[in-house]
């Protein structure tokens, strides 16, 4: 579920609403890169929230903050910044028919900020990396990440995902995921712990925090979404080569392949929720 674009979202909303300082802010976007920077793409963006045009200096990440909140407006009271983590073929991650939308598509995440029925923007980052003079077997560290601004339609405003109901689904899709990930490894892996991997990934996300205003059952969907999705993503990297055609792989697979869907809605409610516990 961690990306910088749910990091900016949530706390940049609770730091608008009154329940987070902008350090909080600025220590939330610093696990992802130590250095930010925000541009304009074009000049209505530039127009609604204050980034010089057509100048395209970086600004840096206290910049970032400053332009949330000309976007957004003032008299706030409920959320204007909202998340998108589109899919091809999904419209509910829709952020318009713009260069926005294929640059989003293509980083995998965006930030809507709505101020009204017809005025928006979309922010987009992307990561930056030093070159590297000789050939390493680690990924390299992000030495920056740099956000775009496009300006957007404002569309409708996010559909509502009950959170409850997503709760649900989710635990019939953790019984689902075990399985699979079960039959999988029967088919021939010769991997003797891949719950311990499930573990490893799940390592590299527990260094975010969510706001103290999240609600308890949102953080709760939270981290059962991001464990079926660890589960996920061990699974398919521990299809047998050669066994793919096997009934046993393709019974997993086959359980597997709608939980990616059960895992975004899930995580889409609980981004919501916590988005809207800042302004109660």
Not at 54 to 79: C, E, F, I, K
Not at 232 to 244: A, D, E, K, W, Y
């Amino acid at each position: 579920m961690w990306c910088p674009s749910v990091s900016l979202s949530v706390w940049a909303n609770a730091w608008l609403a009154g329940a987070a300082a902008p350090d909080d802010v600025l220590d939330a976007l610093s696990q992802w890169a130590p250095r930010h920077s925000v541009t304009a793409y074009d000049s209505v963006a530039a127009g609604r929230t204050g980034l010089p045009w057509p100048d395209l200096n970086d600004v840096g990440a206290v910049s970032l903050l400053q332009t949330a909140r000309t976007a957004a407006g003032t008299g706030l009271s409920a959320p204007a910044i909202g998340v998108a983590r589109p899919v091809p073929g999904d419209v509910r991650g829709r952020i318009g028919c713009t260069q926005c939308q294929r640059d989003a598509v293509t980083a995998g995440e965006a930030v809507r900020v709505r101020r009204d029925a017809s005025t928006a923007v979309g922010l987009v980052p992307e990561f930056e990396y030093d070159e590297l003079e000789d050939e390493s077997e680690f990924e390299p560290e992000p030495t920056s990440l740099s956000w775009t601004v496009y300006s957007v339609p404002a569309g409708a405003p996010a559909e509502y995902l009950d959170l409850g109901e997503a709760e649900y689904a989710l635990r019939a899709a953790v019984r689902s995921a075990a399985d699979a990930l079960g039959a999988i490894r029967a088919a021939g892996t010769d991997v003797a712990d891949p719950r311990g991997l499930v573990e490893q990934v799940l390592e590299g996300i527990r260094g975010h925090r969510v706001p103290d205003h999240a609600p308890s059952r949102a953080v709760r969907v939270l981290e059962n979404a991001a464990h079926i999705d660890a589960i996920i993503t061990v699974s398919s990297g521990l299809i047998p080569i050669g066994l793919q055609t096997s009934s046993e792989v393709q019974i997993a697979s086959d359980a597997l392949r709608p939980l990616s869907g059960v895992v975004r809605s899930a995580r889409m409610a609980a981004i919501s929720e916590i988005l809207y516990s800042a302004w109660r």
